[in-house]
T-cell receptor, first 114, second 111 residues
């Protein structure tokens, strides 16, 4: 089945130790999104790619970076995780050429900071 | 500041009843409207999308959209305990495709 796959499902890292989260998709969608969701809060958009065009939200901390080496893969890099970065990180995709059909989410990566 | 407002609940209904979830949004330029279901610790799952005024039915779910009133609702008929979850209303920011999410309404269906 076509889908959005996030790895790992659970990630534990130490305070200040860089971490990378991975997202891949078989939907061939041209837009990929990264969201942060903390407990009992709405998902918060961090950034998105339209093809290789990177779009950062104004309030996304500089500590968060992203890479999209090809259509299928997108990575979220947290350079120096702080305790406040513990959250669920969600990757989603959509197809802009089909009028932004609904975003399809992966299962998420739960990030814990020690 | 573009906003999507939902009552956080919890909304508690007995099994077999109709659950009514409501959402208002501030961006008149929004074109697309979605309801996602999210179980605790899981990612959001799309259950309904609606793009034009009126009702859209899919099984036990009916989405209603009123752009003049900037109002979206979701009705769940014959509610089941498995429907217990948080329901997120999401609307597109203008024509950008970016989603603005509400805080979510927690639904509890009691057997």
């Amino acid at each position: 089945d076509a889908m959005v796959i996030q790895n790992p499902r659970y990630q534990v890292t130490q305070f200040g130790k860089p971490v990378t989260l991975s997202c891949s998709q078989t939907l061939n969608h041209n837009v990929m999104y990264w969201y942060q969701q903390k407990s009992s809060q709405a998902p918060k958009l961090l950034f998105h790619y339209y093809d290789k065009d990177f779009n950062n939200e104004a309030d996304t901390p500089d500590n968060f970076q992203s890479r999209r080496p090809n259509t299928s893969f997108c990575f979220l890099d947290i350079r120096s995780p702080g305790l406040g970065d513990a959250a669920m990180y969600l990757c989603a995709t959509s197809d802009r050429d089909r009028g932004y059909e609904p975003q399809h989410f992966g299962d998420g990566t739960r990030l814990s900071i020690l | 500041q573009k906003e999507v407002e939902q009552n956080s609940g919890p909304l508690s209904v007995p099994e077999g009843a109709i659950a009514s979830l409501n959402c208002t949004y501030s961006d008149r330029g929004s074109q697309s409207f979605f309801w996602y279901r999210q179980y605790s610790g899981k990612s959001p799952e799309l259950i309904m999308s609606i793009y034009s005024n009126g009702d859209k039915e899919d099984g036990r779910f009916t989405a209603q959209l009123n752009k003049a009133s900037q109002y979206v609702s979701l009705l769940i008929r014959d509610s089941q305990p498995s429907d217990s979850a948080t329901y997120l209303c999401a609307v597109t920011a203008g024509n950008t495709g970016k989603l603005i999410f509400g805080q979510g309404t927690t639904l509890q269906v009691k057997p």
